[in-house]
Protein backbone atom coordinates (compact mmCIF):
# COMPACT_ATOMS: atom_id res chain seq x y z
CA UNK A 1 0.00 0.00 0.00
CA UNK A 2 2.65 1.97 0.69
CA UNK A 3 5.27 3.15 -1.76
CA UNK A 4 8.50 4.60 0.14
CA UNK A 5 11.90 5.48 -2.21
CA UNK A 6 14.16 8.02 -4.03
CA UNK A 7 13.86 10.26 -6.88
CA UNK A 8 13.45 7.20 -9.29
CA UNK A 9 10.28 6.08 -7.12
CA UNK A 10 7.85 8.59 -8.68
CA UNK A 11 7.43 6.37 -11.05
CA UNK A 12 6.05 3.30 -9.46
CA UNK A 13 3.79 1.76 -11.51
CA UNK A 14 0.60 2.03 -8.75
CA UNK A 15 -3.19 1.29 -9.38
CA UNK A 16 -4.97 3.44 -7.30
CA UNK A 17 -2.63 6.24 -5.83
CA UNK A 18 -4.23 7.96 -3.64
CA UNK A 19 -1.72 10.41 -2.05
CA UNK A 20 2.36 11.55 -2.97
CA UNK A 21 4.36 12.93 -0.05
CA UNK A 22 7.66 14.64 -0.84
CA UNK A 23 9.62 15.27 1.99
CA UNK A 24 12.05 17.75 2.10
CA UNK A 25 11.36 19.24 -0.92
CA UNK A 26 13.91 21.86 -1.22
CA UNK A 27 16.66 19.05 -1.97
CA UNK A 28 18.28 19.78 -5.06
CA UNK A 29 19.41 15.91 -4.92
CA UNK A 30 15.58 15.29 -6.32
CA UNK A 31 17.62 16.36 -9.51
CA UNK A 32 18.67 13.60 -11.60
CA UNK A 33 22.08 14.89 -13.31
CA UNK A 34 22.33 12.13 -16.14
CA UNK A 35 19.97 11.39 -19.03
CA UNK A 36 17.09 11.15 -18.50
CA UNK A 37 17.43 14.58 -16.70
CA UNK A 38 13.88 15.20 -14.97
CA UNK A 39 13.19 16.77 -11.32
CA UNK A 40 10.86 14.25 -8.84
CA UNK A 41 9.23 16.74 -7.44
CA UNK A 42 8.23 18.48 -10.31
CA UNK A 43 7.07 15.23 -12.03
CA UNK A 44 5.37 14.37 -8.48
CA UNK A 45 3.21 17.73 -8.89
CA UNK A 46 2.31 16.54 -12.47
CA UNK A 47 1.58 13.28 -11.88
CA UNK A 48 -0.69 14.20 -9.05
CA UNK A 49 -2.31 16.56 -11.18
CA UNK A 50 -2.67 13.92 -13.80
CA UNK A 51 -4.07 11.72 -11.80
CA UNK A 52 -6.11 14.44 -9.43
CA UNK A 53 -4.98 13.77 -6.26
CA UNK A 54 -3.65 15.93 -3.16
CA UNK A 55 0.24 15.81 -2.70
CA UNK A 56 2.14 16.78 0.41
CA UNK A 57 5.20 18.81 0.01
CA UNK A 58 7.10 19.20 3.48
CA UNK A 59 10.30 21.48 4.55
CA UNK A 60 11.22 23.90 7.11
CA UNK A 61 13.46 25.70 4.32
CA UNK A 62 10.96 25.42 1.47
CA UNK A 63 12.90 26.21 -2.19
CA UNK A 64 12.06 29.74 -3.89
CA UNK A 65 9.86 28.31 -6.50
CA UNK A 66 7.17 26.08 -3.78
CA UNK A 67 6.98 29.33 -1.88
CA UNK A 68 6.42 31.11 -5.25
CA UNK A 69 3.64 28.77 -5.78
CA UNK A 70 2.40 29.12 -1.92
CA UNK A 71 2.17 32.87 -2.74
CA UNK A 72 0.28 32.61 -6.12
CA UNK A 73 -2.39 30.96 -4.51
CA UNK A 74 -1.43 27.94 -6.93
CA UNK A 75 -0.11 25.95 -3.65
CA UNK A 76 -2.25 25.66 -0.22
CA UNK A 77 0.31 26.73 2.84
CA UNK A 78 0.13 24.81 6.05
CA UNK A 79 2.01 26.19 8.63
CA UNK A 80 3.57 24.32 11.66
CA UNK A 81 4.97 27.40 13.54
CA UNK A 82 6.33 25.57 16.71
CA UNK A 83 8.93 22.56 17.43
CA UNK A 84 7.90 19.34 18.69
CA UNK A 85 6.15 19.57 22.83
CA UNK A 86 6.43 23.64 21.95
CA UNK A 87 10.09 23.37 22.56
CA UNK A 88 11.93 26.56 21.69
CA UNK A 89 14.51 27.20 18.72
CA UNK A 90 18.33 27.35 20.00
CA UNK A 91 19.75 30.35 20.60
CA UNK A 92 22.90 31.37 17.75
CA UNK A 93 26.18 33.30 18.14
CA UNK A 94 27.27 34.85 14.90
CA UNK A 95 30.95 34.96 15.09
CA UNK A 96 32.44 37.22 12.98
CA UNK A 97 36.12 35.71 11.92
CA UNK A 98 37.24 39.00 10.70
CA UNK A 99 37.40 40.41 14.11
CA UNK A 100 38.34 36.11 16.28
CA UNK A 101 41.76 36.45 17.52
CA UNK A 102 43.90 33.56 16.10
CA UNK A 103 43.53 30.33 17.10
CA UNK A 104 46.19 28.40 18.37
CA UNK A 105 47.64 25.13 16.77
CA UNK A 106 48.20 24.54 13.18
CA UNK A 107 44.99 24.73 11.07
CA UNK A 108 42.97 27.18 13.07
CA UNK A 109 39.46 26.27 11.65
CA UNK A 110 38.21 26.53 15.04
CA UNK A 111 38.21 29.54 16.67
CA UNK A 112 38.61 30.47 20.39
CA UNK A 113 34.57 31.33 20.53
CA UNK A 114 33.76 27.94 19.20
CA UNK A 115 36.70 26.07 21.28
CA UNK A 116 35.61 27.58 24.22
CA UNK A 117 31.80 26.44 23.73
CA UNK A 118 32.89 22.88 22.45
CA UNK A 119 35.45 22.34 25.78
CA UNK A 120 32.08 23.38 27.83
CA UNK A 121 29.68 21.24 26.07
CA UNK A 122 32.25 17.85 26.92
CA UNK A 123 32.95 19.02 30.04
CA UNK A 124 29.07 18.28 30.53
CA UNK A 125 28.55 15.41 28.98
CA UNK A 126 27.12 16.87 25.81
CA UNK A 127 27.17 15.97 22.36
CA UNK A 128 28.53 18.37 18.98
CA UNK A 129 27.76 18.22 15.64
CA UNK A 130 30.42 20.42 13.50
CA UNK A 131 29.21 21.18 10.01
CA UNK A 132 31.85 21.85 7.03
CA UNK A 133 30.16 21.26 3.32
CA UNK A 134 33.97 20.58 1.93
CA UNK A 135 35.52 17.15 1.59
CA UNK A 136 38.99 16.04 1.91
CA UNK A 137 42.23 17.75 3.21
CA UNK A 138 43.28 21.07 1.56
CA UNK A 139 40.88 22.32 -1.73
CA UNK A 140 43.35 24.41 -3.35
CA UNK A 141 46.99 23.06 -4.14
CA UNK A 142 49.31 25.97 -5.82
CA UNK A 143 52.60 27.02 -6.76
CA UNK A 144 54.04 30.07 -5.24
CA UNK A 145 56.22 30.21 -7.55
CA UNK A 146 54.50 31.02 -10.74
CA UNK A 147 51.18 30.72 -9.38
CA UNK A 148 50.01 27.09 -11.28
CA UNK A 149 47.11 26.01 -9.51
CA UNK A 150 46.43 21.99 -9.52
CA UNK A 151 43.58 21.12 -11.99
CA UNK A 152 41.08 18.60 -13.42
CA UNK A 153 42.33 16.86 -16.83
CA UNK A 154 38.82 17.01 -18.23
CA UNK A 155 36.50 19.71 -15.99
CA UNK A 156 39.08 22.52 -15.62
CA UNK A 157 38.23 22.81 -11.98
CA UNK A 158 40.53 23.39 -8.78
CA UNK A 159 41.66 19.42 -7.35
CA UNK A 160 40.75 18.79 -3.93
CA UNK A 161 43.72 17.25 -2.01
CA UNK A 162 42.56 13.89 -0.34
CA UNK A 163 45.06 12.67 2.81
CA UNK A 164 43.78 9.67 3.28
CA UNK A 165 43.93 8.37 -0.12
CA UNK A 166 47.15 10.66 -0.58
CA UNK A 167 45.69 11.74 -4.22
CA UNK A 168 44.46 14.86 -5.34
CA UNK A 169 40.68 14.54 -6.58
CA UNK A 170 38.62 15.85 -8.56
CA UNK A 171 34.79 16.25 -6.96
CA UNK A 172 32.65 16.86 -10.23
CA UNK A 173 34.04 14.05 -12.42
CA UNK A 174 36.14 11.33 -9.72
CA UNK A 175 39.19 11.94 -11.36
CA UNK A 176 42.67 11.15 -9.21
CA UNK A 177 46.46 12.05 -9.96
CA UNK A 178 48.85 11.32 -7.34
CA UNK A 179 50.19 14.78 -5.77
CA UNK A 180 52.97 16.98 -7.31
CA UNK A 181 56.12 17.06 -5.55
CA UNK A 182 57.22 19.26 -7.85
CA UNK A 183 54.76 22.21 -9.86
CA UNK A 184 54.03 20.73 -13.58
CA UNK A 185 54.48 24.12 -15.31
CA UNK A 186 57.87 25.62 -13.73
CA UNK A 187 59.28 22.44 -11.90
CA UNK A 188 60.09 24.08 -8.70
CA UNK A 189 59.10 22.17 -5.59
CA UNK A 190 57.07 24.55 -4.13
CA UNK A 191 53.73 23.49 -3.97
CA UNK A 192 51.41 24.82 -1.48
CA UNK A 193 48.38 22.71 -0.14
CA UNK A 194 45.71 25.57 1.03
CA UNK A 195 41.95 25.84 2.30
CA UNK A 196 39.53 23.65 4.67
CA UNK A 197 37.95 20.48 4.16
CA UNK A 198 36.44 17.90 6.70
CA UNK A 199 39.48 15.41 7.00
CA UNK A 200 41.68 18.62 7.90
CA UNK A 201 39.22 19.83 10.49
CA UNK A 202 39.00 16.12 12.04
CA UNK A 203 42.85 16.18 12.16
CA UNK A 204 42.34 19.58 14.06
CA UNK A 205 39.87 18.49 15.96
CA UNK A 206 41.86 15.10 17.16
CA UNK A 207 45.09 17.62 17.87
CA UNK A 208 42.52 20.05 20.35
CA UNK A 209 41.09 17.47 22.07
CA UNK A 210 42.75 14.33 22.33
CA UNK A 211 40.46 12.48 24.93
CA UNK A 212 36.98 12.56 23.10
CA UNK A 213 35.92 10.77 20.02
CA UNK A 214 35.86 12.61 16.74
CA UNK A 215 33.97 10.90 13.73
CA UNK A 216 33.76 11.84 10.27
CA UNK A 217 30.62 11.92 7.86
CA UNK A 218 31.19 12.20 4.47
CA UNK A 219 30.85 10.49 0.87
CA UNK A 220 34.07 9.52 1.66
CA UNK A 221 34.06 7.41 4.52
CA UNK A 222 30.40 6.57 4.13
CA UNK A 223 31.08 4.59 0.92
CA UNK A 224 30.50 1.20 2.11
CA UNK A 225 27.38 -0.33 2.69
CA UNK A 226 25.56 0.42 6.23
CA UNK A 227 28.39 2.50 7.80
CA UNK A 228 26.13 5.33 7.98
CA UNK A 229 23.78 3.48 10.23
CA UNK A 230 26.94 1.73 12.17
CA UNK A 231 27.78 5.46 12.59
CA UNK A 232 24.77 7.13 13.68
CA UNK A 233 23.90 4.02 16.27
CA UNK A 234 27.45 5.11 18.08
CA UNK A 235 26.25 8.22 18.42
CA UNK A 236 23.27 7.92 19.51
CA UNK A 237 24.81 5.49 22.03
CA UNK A 238 27.17 8.54 23.28
CA UNK A 239 30.48 6.46 22.15
CA UNK A 240 30.97 9.28 19.68
CA UNK A 241 31.73 12.74 21.41
CA UNK A 242 32.27 14.49 18.10
CA UNK A 243 30.61 14.20 14.74
CA UNK A 244 32.26 16.49 11.64
CA UNK A 245 30.35 16.41 8.61
CA UNK A 246 29.32 17.70 5.38
CA UNK A 247 25.39 18.48 4.34
CA UNK A 248 24.48 14.76 5.10
CA UNK A 249 24.51 15.43 9.14
CA UNK A 250 22.38 18.76 8.60
CA UNK A 251 19.29 17.48 8.32
CA UNK A 252 17.10 14.49 10.01
CA UNK A 253 18.96 13.38 12.66
CA UNK A 254 17.62 13.59 16.37
CA UNK A 255 19.63 13.18 19.14
CA UNK A 256 18.48 14.75 22.12
CA UNK A 257 22.04 15.38 23.65
CA UNK A 258 23.39 17.48 20.97
CA UNK A 259 23.69 20.02 22.70
CA UNK A 260 26.23 22.16 20.11
CA UNK A 261 25.88 23.05 16.42
CA UNK A 262 28.74 24.29 15.05
CA UNK A 263 29.08 25.84 11.41
CA UNK A 264 32.77 26.07 10.85
CA UNK A 265 32.45 28.28 7.38
CA UNK A 266 29.22 29.36 6.71
CA UNK A 267 30.18 31.00 3.54
CA UNK A 268 31.81 27.99 1.92
CA UNK A 269 28.73 27.24 -0.08
CA UNK A 270 27.61 31.15 -0.11
CA UNK A 271 30.55 31.84 -2.86
CA UNK A 272 29.91 29.06 -5.50
CA UNK A 273 29.10 30.06 -8.55
CA UNK A 274 25.62 29.17 -8.70
CA UNK A 275 22.55 31.01 -9.08
CA UNK A 276 20.91 28.95 -6.08
CA UNK A 277 24.04 29.83 -3.58
CA UNK A 278 22.61 31.87 -0.93
CA UNK A 279 19.00 29.96 -0.96
CA UNK A 280 21.44 26.77 -0.24
CA UNK A 281 23.15 28.55 2.55
CA UNK A 282 20.17 29.33 4.55
CA UNK A 283 19.00 25.94 4.48
CA UNK A 284 21.76 24.35 5.31
CA UNK A 285 22.67 26.98 8.23
CA UNK A 286 18.74 26.52 9.16
CA UNK A 287 18.62 22.66 8.89
CA UNK A 288 21.49 22.04 10.61
CA UNK A 289 20.81 24.78 13.86
CA UNK A 290 17.50 22.62 13.92
CA UNK A 291 19.69 19.13 15.22
CA UNK A 292 20.11 20.97 18.67
CA UNK A 293 18.08 21.92 21.58
CA UNK A 294 15.98 18.25 21.18
CA UNK A 295 16.41 17.37 24.23
CA UNK A 296 15.70 18.57 28.25
CA UNK A 297 19.41 20.15 28.39
CA UNK A 298 18.79 22.87 25.11
CA UNK A 299 21.53 23.23 23.18
CA UNK A 300 23.56 26.59 21.22
CA UNK A 301 24.50 26.78 17.90
CA UNK A 302 27.97 29.17 16.95
CA UNK A 303 28.11 29.92 13.05
CA UNK A 304 31.52 30.93 11.86
CA UNK A 305 31.69 33.72 9.37
CA UNK A 306 33.25 36.15 7.23
CA UNK A 307 30.25 37.83 6.00
CA UNK A 308 27.47 37.96 9.37
CA UNK A 309 25.87 40.89 7.63
CA UNK A 310 25.10 38.53 4.46
CA UNK A 311 21.37 37.97 4.07
CA UNK A 312 21.39 34.38 3.48
CA UNK A 313 23.61 34.18 6.74
CA UNK A 314 21.74 36.89 8.33
CA UNK A 315 17.81 35.27 8.50
CA UNK A 316 19.28 31.51 9.04
CA UNK A 317 21.10 32.53 12.41
CA UNK A 318 17.93 34.73 13.17
CA UNK A 319 15.47 31.65 12.66
Known amino acids: QVVVGARSAIFA ?11 EEHESSFKQESTPRYHARDVAVMRARLEGIPILMGSATPSL ?13 LSMPSRV ?27 PTLEGAMRQTLKDKGQIILLLNR ?40 FETAP ?9 PSMRYQGLGTEKLQTEIEEKFPGSVCQRMDSDTMAKPGSHQRVLDAFRDGLI ?3 V ?4 IAKGLDFPNVTLVGVVSADTSLQVPDFRAAERTFA ?36
Open 13 to 23: PTRKLGLIVID
Open 65 to 77: ESWANAEKGNYTV
Open 85 to 111: ESRPMPPVRVIDLRHEPKSAGRHGAIG
Open 135 to 174: RGFSTHVHCEACGHVAQCAHCDLALTFHRTKNALVCHYCG
Open 180 to 188: FMKCPGCSQ
Open 241 to 243: NIL
Open 245 to 248: GTQM
Open 284 to 319: LIAQVAGRTGRGDAGGEVIVQTLLPDAPAIRLATEH
